[in-house]
């Protein structure tokens, strides 16, 4: 015969629960487990290839002063073309832009159209600025080099030439690669900025 039913609290839980309900875990714990443990590995491999590729020269190492001339020379460049722009687009006026530019520039078909819209609605900025800034410069060849700046638009008001408000604009920054070249004639010149 069966065994006398327990009595308490002992048969409540028994007549609760029945016998085959075994509490199994079903992975959910060891599952979080191996997706923290994938994430850990991803962002710890991140953090190790920005590490590796980050250009490092010991603290004593000799600086090339050809080198380090070229670099000042481009950089000048950079903050010049950027001080032109912001005047071809303040006075609409797109000849400055073949001063600062490469012929082939996909940046200078982008601000003489800017500009050309800007006339064909009788609009003016009043108040822009470009400001950069220069944050590491490096050359692909001796006849083309690469800048990484800071480039940005600061709040400037887009009015009519009467000087009835469109609209203020807000400025905004934003890192961007730029690509100089050297023309024998002209000197530095922008062929294109893109953002990384």
């Not at 400055?96 to 003489?112: A, C």
């Not at 023309?183 to 953002?195: H, M």
């Amino acid at each position: 015969m069966g065994s006398a039913p327990e009595r308490g609290v002992a048969g409540l839980i028994r007549t609760q629960r029945p016998a085959h309900a075994i509490r199994r875990d079903t992975g959910g714990t060891v599952g979080l487990f191996f997706v923290g443990l994938v994430l850990l590995l991803l962002f710890s491999g991140a953090a190790a290839g920005v590490m590796a590729t980050r250009a490092t020269r010991p603290a004593n190492a000799p600086v090339d002063p050809a080198l380090a001339r070229e670099r000042a020379a481009v950089t000048d460049s950079l903050l010049k073309i950027m001080a032109v722009r912001e005047q071809a687009l303040s006075q609409r006026n797109m000849r400055l832009l073949n001063n600062i530019y490469t012929p082939d520039s996909p940046q200078l078909s982008k601000d003489r159209t800017e500009i050309r819209t800007l006339r064909d609605k009788h609009e003016l900025w009043k108040g822009l600025q470009l400001p950069v800034q220069v944050l590491k410069a490096a050359p692909a060849n001796s006849r083309r080099w690469t800048v990484v700046a800071l480039l940005g638009r600061s709040d400037a008001r887009l009015q009519l030439e009467s000087g009835e408000l469109i609209r203020d604009v807000e400025g905004n920054r934003q890192v961007y690669w730029c690509t100089l070249i050297k023309d024998p004639a002209k000197g530095w010149l922008l062929y294109k900025f893109v953002p990384p």
